[in-house]
């Protein structure tokens, strides 16, 4: 098994944004083109391949000077319960300490605050529901 986190490249992109429509959107009843916003410009994407085949996806955004915000994360939905979220995250928060950030957050959709919980994060408040349906929860963890 050759397992390889990295950000996509050229024709890998499809995929990517395939991914996270297919699992963070559609099942929203949401458009093709609502898995995009002004954040993948300047966020950092990062995709986990497994023998080449992308597993999950998620992205890094700053949100303050020492605060990262990770956003986007997706497991193919058929791949959920291996461990491949739990390899992006530890992706996302190694890339966000060596960066200098002492924090991570968060929103989580109702459904995976467990798994967060799993990963050290520490519930704070309700924060939006997206699309006005669908519950999301701030959530923290310390990098130091």
């Given at each position: 098994m050759a397992l390889e986190i990295r950000k996509p490249q050229d024709h890998e992109w499809d995929a990517y944004y395939d991914l996270r429509y297919r699992v963070l959107r559609e099942p929203l009843n949401q458009v093709r083109g609502s898995e995009k916003n002004d954040g993948d410009t300047t966020g950092i994407h990062f995709a986990l391949y497994e023998n080449r085949i992308l597993k999950a996806i998620a992205r890094l955004d700053r949100h303050d000077d020492t605060t990262a915000q990770v956003r986007f994360v997706?497991?193919?939905?058929?791949?959920?319960?291996?461990?491949?979220?739990?390899?992006?995250?530890?992706?996302?928060?190694?890339?966000?300490?060596?960066?200098?950030?002492?924090?991570?957050?968060?929103?989580?959709?109702?459904?995976?605050?467990?798994?967060?919980?799993?990963?050290?994060?520490?519930?704070?408040?309700?924060?939006?529901?997206?699309?006005?349906?669908?519950?999301?929860?701030?959530?923290?963890?310390?990098?130091?």
């Open positions: 997706a497991v193919e939905s058929t791949e959920q319960g291996k461990g491949y979220g739990r390899l992006i995250m530890e992706a996302t928060e190694q890339h966000a300490a060596a960066e200098g950030n002492m924090k991570m957050i968060l929103h989580a959709r109702d459904y995976a605050v467990d798994f967060y919980l799993r990963l050290g994060y520490t519930l704070i408040e309700p924060s939006h529901k997206l699309f006005g349906v669908l519950q999301h929860f701030l959530m923290e963890k310390s990098l130091l």
